[in-house]
């Protein structure tokens, strides 16, 4: 008897101690493959075969962020579960372009990447930033892994380094349309927080006691940092995905998990543009 009690005092101090060692292990194990990283270089060449592009492809679409909106889950229909269209299968659907825009594939994923205004995805709305702005900010050679990645969703890469046309000077400058909307307004914002109940559960300012994180721009920059994300980015996941990530400091499974199929795409972007913008310093 006496010995286990002893034993018991010298084991349970160790236990919490072994589960924080435990989670550093893992966390610093895990921060490497995870960590947001400003887009850089990556080794792609000339001489990369269309197939080789297509595996950069698809890295590149994971890190950029474009699975914030998008799936790629075969036979989900077009609409699949996500903010933006389904992408598996894609070459397939638009092997002849799109009506009243370019009338082949290459030509279509190009425009659709660097000017994703100009044609509209039916039942969607124009929220998709260039993919070679902020955001992602892919180079010319990672759209074209991008689109060579693309055309392996129902077909197979054709595109080499130079093959697609450069945007235009002025697409360069600036995207057409609404693809970089101004920051929505404090009302319009607060008009869509209070019709979902938002602020039920999130202040505004610091110092506010509710049952969530007060929004509040150094903080939810330091998330999205943890997470790996841009602040955009991880806004609309957290809106979206809220179980993705969890900030320690609060309650898991408090914030419901089905706004993605509530909100509309402008709703959204209206909430994003305003929690990020840089206006909202306070
Ligand atoms: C903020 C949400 C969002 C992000 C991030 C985003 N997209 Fe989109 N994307 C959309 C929406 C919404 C549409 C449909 C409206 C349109 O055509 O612009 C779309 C359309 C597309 C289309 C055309 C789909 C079709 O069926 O014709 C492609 C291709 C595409 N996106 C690829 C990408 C890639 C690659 C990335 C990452 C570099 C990306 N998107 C990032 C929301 C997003
Ligand atoms: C019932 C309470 C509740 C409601 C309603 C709710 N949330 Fe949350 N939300 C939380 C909690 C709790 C967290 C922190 C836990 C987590 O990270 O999931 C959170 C996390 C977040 C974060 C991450 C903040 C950070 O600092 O990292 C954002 C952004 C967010 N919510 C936005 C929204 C928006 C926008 C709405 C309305 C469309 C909303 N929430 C509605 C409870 C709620």
Redesign the pocket.
């Known amino acids: 008897m006496a010995t286990t009690m002893t034993f018991r005092r010298l084991v349970t101090p160790i236990v919490p101690a072994l589960a924080v060692l435990g989670f550093f292990v893992w966390f610093s194990n895990w921060i490497p493959q995870t960590r947001w990283e400003p887009p850089r270089a990556r080794a792609i060449s000339a001489q990369m075969t269309p197939a080789d592009l297509a595996r950069i ?1 698809t890295n ?2 994971r890190e ?7 799936t790629i889950e075969p036979n989900a229909g ?1 609409k699949g579960q ?6 598996a299968g ?1 070459a397939a ?2 092997a002849k372009g ?1 009506p009243g825009g370019p009338s082949d594939l290459v030509t ?2 190009a425009q ?2 660097y000017e ?6 039916e ?7 260039a ?1 070679h702005r902020p ?2 900010k ?1 180079t010319y050679e990672e759209v074209t892994a ?1 689109v060579d ?2 055309m392996s969703l129902g077909g197979a890469p054709t595109v080499k380094i130079g093959d697609l046309a450069r945007p235009s000077a002025e697409a360069a400058r600036a995207p057409a349309g609404a ?1 970089t909307p101004a920051p929505a307004s404090a009302a319009d914002a607060s008009a869509v927080l209070e019709k979902y109940n938002c602020l039920t559960c999130h202040a505004l300012k610091a110092g506010e006691d509710r049952p969530g994180p007060p929004f509040v721009p150094a903080t939810m920059r330091e998330s999205a940092a943890a997470r790996g994300l841009s602040l ?2 991880y806004l ?1 996941e957290s809106i979206v995905q809220p179980r993705a990530f969890v900030r320690g400091d609060f309650p898991a499974d408090l914030m419901p998990d089905d706004y993605g199929a509530q909100i509309t ?1 402008g709703e ?2 209206t909430i ?1 543009t305003y929690l990020s913008s840089p206006e909202r310093k306070q």
């Open positions: 492809g590149l679409v950029r962020g474009c699975l914030a909106c998008h077009v996500g903010r933006g269209p389904n992408l894609i659907r638009r799109v279509y994923l659709s990447l994703p205004g100009a044609y509209l995805v039942g969607y709305a124009n929220i998709m930033p993919s955001p992602a892919l991008v990645y693309l693809a955009d980015l609309i795409a959204l972007h994003v």
